[in-house]
């Protein structure tokens, strides 16, 4: 795939999400990240906060940014009870598209930080998140990652903040329902990316320190056959196959998988992805025990949920995987803008230790290292065809999934 000029594929725009739907029913407070109606005195400053936004609009991870971006409107809608006003202050989102292009977001980072935004979110890419952490820190200006799960975003400076779920977590869901691993072995397919040996690492440290003799098949972003890959993950002859993927090829590689007799051959255990990739298994999804970040109902179904799903579906969307990244990064806006629009270390300090509900359930996020602490799932797909069903067995305890807790944090020493 050629990848756009970096320049003419920016679709940046400004949205204050004018033609989101208002939640009526949600406006007597309880739409306050903290509880207490952060848009009850709307007309009290008439000042704008800017809200920068890099994320992917177009290239492979342009779904997942679709609904990244989906739920940060209705996280806006919800939070201001539809007015765009957040304590006081009215938000504007200020988009750039990444295109999937480290040195696009990176300069993106550097335009909007020219351009005074006060804090920056999003991105899908691992790689591209690093990159625009690094940024952030240079320019003390607050960063919250979107959907990017590489796991050394933890403790990488202070101004750095995650709304989505991390690869460890992944990993430890996976750990808390395959059995007792001691002396088994585990192979890891997975893309050869930040995404894919992210994985690989968090593998190892988990499963690994269960007992299982842990190695990896990376495959190239750009492979279509994948043939010489089952091949080798039969020679391997795991107890455990364990396949993280993130793209546009899964299809081909789960076709592969099943016709090569893997998915029979071994126990296989994946994360589940969003809603266009369930028929994609074909076959292969009754035989495949899911670990799952979100999907709807994961979380037992909450006002946080209902509210997202009712402004995206009126807007015309379909809540998915990442929905929830958005939703839960516009809470966290919202708690650092009600302690400063402008000082970004009273917006560090209100968002280190804070706990509070969400789509999925109950966050927390740690201060130590701005783990965001939260539930995963256990699920099954059940169906047929083009027509396939996630169903919860059960949810995973954000403290039982933790991340280790660093002896000391990245920025003590640093001073990042």
Known sequence: MTRPDPYSARARRVLA?????????????????????????????????????????????????????????????????GTDVIDGHKVQLVIDDDADSPATAVADAKDLIGQGVDMIGGTVDSAIALQVAAVAAQNKVLYIAGPAAVDSLDG?????FRSGRESYQDIATAGTFVGDLTGKKVVVLAQDSEFGTANVAGVKAVLGGQGASVSSVLVP?????????????LAAKPDLLFVAWAGTNATQMWTTLNQQGVLSATKVVTGLANTATYPATGPAGSKIEFLAHYFPGAGGGNAY?????????????????????????????????????????AMIKALEGWSFAGVEGQYTVRAADHALLQPEFEAKLTGSGTSWIPQLVKAVDP?????PVPATPAWSTSGS
Request: net charge negative; glycine share 10%; charged share 10%.
């Open 17 to 81: 999400a004018t033609g989101l739907v208002a939640l009526a029913a949600l406006a007597a407070g309880c739409a306050s990240p903290t509880g207490g109606g952060a848009a009850s005195n709307a007309a009290s400053t008439g000042s704008s906060v800017k809200i920068g936004i890099i994320t992917a609009e177009s290239g492979p991870y342009a779904p997942y940014g679709e609904e990244y971006l989906a739920g940060l409107k209705a996280g806006l809608s919800y939070l201001s009870n």
């Open 156 to 160: 990488l400076n202070r101004y750095t």
């Open 221 to 233: 972003l750009s492979a279509t056959d994948f043939t010489p890959f089952t091949a080798k993950i």
């Open 305 to 345: 949920e209902a509210a997202m799903t009712k402004t995206v579906t009126e807007s015309g969307g379909t809540v998915d995987l990442f929905t929830p990244d958005g939703f839960t990064a516009m809470q966290m806006f919202a708690h650092a803008l009600e302690a400063s629009p402008t000082d970004v270390s």
């Open 399 to 403: 403290n039982t999934i933790a991340p």
